[in-house]
């Protein structure tokens, strides 16, 4: 009859498990620092295109204050005015200024 021989299981020793838990704090480690980056990345390139649709919107209000500014100019209106053929009666004329 043949002998039945029992396996031995092998059991993790220290050094194993301080091995694999160094394994997967290394993974853990370069796949975080993976994703920081890449959302970092994302971040900045948002920022620059805020950036750039800031300064965009600046020179629009500014230029846009200048229209303002000259289609709310006395001297330009009463030319319109007499243009148009019509009639200034200073009574009825209010300047409303800054």
């Known amino acids: 009859m043949a ?4 396996k031995k ?10 091995i694999i838990a160094f394994s997967l704090s290394l993974l853990f ?6 994703i920081v980056n890449t959302v970092n990345t994302s971040l900045t390139m948002k920022i620059q295109a805020m ?4 300064a965009i919107l600046k020179n629009q209000n500014q230029s846009l204050t200048y229209e303002i500014s000259n289609l709310g100019n006395k001297d330009r209106v009463f030319a319109a005015a007499e243009a148009a053929n019509l009639d200034q009666v200073n009574e009825n004329i209010i300047s409303i200024g800054e």
């Open 29 to 34: 480690w370069l796949g975080s620092c993976l």
């Open 3 to 6: 002998k039945i021989v029992k």
């Open 9 to 18: 299981r092998r059991r993790l020793s220290l050094n194993g498990i301080a």
């Open 51 to 54: 950036n750039q649709e800031l």
